[in-house]
């Protein structure tokens, strides 16, 4: 079978996965993760790349990266290429240190970013490794909660890219880490193989995935115009503040424009954006807004959500 083509595009957020070959451990002590700790962090800088959590297993890495103009194909390539040669020289080895194809799943959904990151850093504990996610050494979770221009991840970038301020974003994390197992629950119902938990392909999410990404396309001009629209036919008067809470849900329908881009066009803060999108999933803005939206959303009939 042809294997699927990975979605691949600049400012795209991957959850990478890379196993062992055959299983095997791709770190054998300290200095072999912190070679590969140099390896990110060059071809970050090579490669302009966003690296935004990590955590280092004996057998399995997952990152969570912001792509570049440069593909992750490549990104990854450089990594694992450099690696390899390091491992088989060091240990005077031969052969794949890696399973030649890792995984990688787009997000889109900003939603799921902190259940990610609480997943990704729950990793170590749920192996009985640690019994909490402070006490690894070998991941992010550290670099998140206390901010260093040292850092590897782009924290400050993670924070704009869930939309919230940082001690909102602390205080969700936080909560998050302290529910592993719903959080895999949700994790797990959204996107992730329900026999190990580890975010192992699914078809029919990849596909929907592809449909999510092909189709949210809309330009914010194309919103405009879709209201004023809307406007006409009903005779509706808009506030500043209402006209902001229909962009914001429709920008969110039919678009793939992040909570700063959002915000950057309608002169309000990322903060305001996400707390619109949660008070809209909350049903605090009611029936007629719903409506409202519905009519709007007819203008795009052409696109499926």
């Not at 992750?72 to 088989?88: H, P, R, V």
């Amino acid at each position: 079978m042809a294997r699927k083509p990975r979605v691949q595009d600049s400012g795209m957020i991957h959850h990478v996965i890379v196993r062992g070959n055959n299983s095997q451990d791709i770190f054998k002590d300290d200095n072999d993760r912190i070679r590969y700790l140099h390896l990110l962090h060059r071809y970050k800088e090579r490669f302009k790349f966003k690296i935004l959590a990590y955590c280092f297993m004996d057998n399995h890495i997952h990152l969570l990266l912001k792509q570049s103009d440069t593909s992750l194909s490549k990104f990854m390539a450089g990594i694992q290429q450099s690696y390899t040669q390091y491992f088989n020289f060091k240990y005077n080895e031969t052969g794949h240190v890696f399973q030649q194809r890792f995984k990688s799943f787009p997000c889109s959904d900003e939603a799921y970013y902190l259940s990610l990151i609480a997943y990704i850093h729950n990793n170590p504990k749920k192996a009985g490794l640690v019994d909490s996610a402070e006490k690894y050494e070998w991941s992010s979770h550290k670099e998140i909660m206390n901010t260093s221009k040292n850092n590897l991840c782009d924290v400050d970038e993670l924070f704009q890219i869930i939309g919230l301020d940082r001690s909102n974003s602390i205080t969700s994390y936080l909560w998050l880490l302290g529910e592993a197992g719903d959080t895999d629950l949700e994790l797990e119902n959204h996107y992730m193989d329900s026999e190990d938990l580890e975010l192992s392909q699914s078809s029919a999410w990849f596909k929907e995935q592809e449909n999510i990404i092909n189709r949210r396309n809309v330009s914010t001009e194309e919103i405009d115009k879709a209201i004023e629209l809307v406007k006409k036919d009903i005779f509706l008067q808009l506030k500043t503040s209402d006209y902001r809470k229909y962009f914001t849900i429709i920008a969110t329908n039919f678009s793939m424009l992040s909570n700063k881009e959002i915000a950057t066009y309608l002169k309000i803060t990322p903060t305001r954006v996400s707390n619109i999108r949660f008070e809209h999933s909350e049903g605090k803005y009611g029936k007629h807004f719903d409506d409202i939206i519905d009519n709007i959303s007819k203008k795009f009939d052409n696109i499926t959500i």
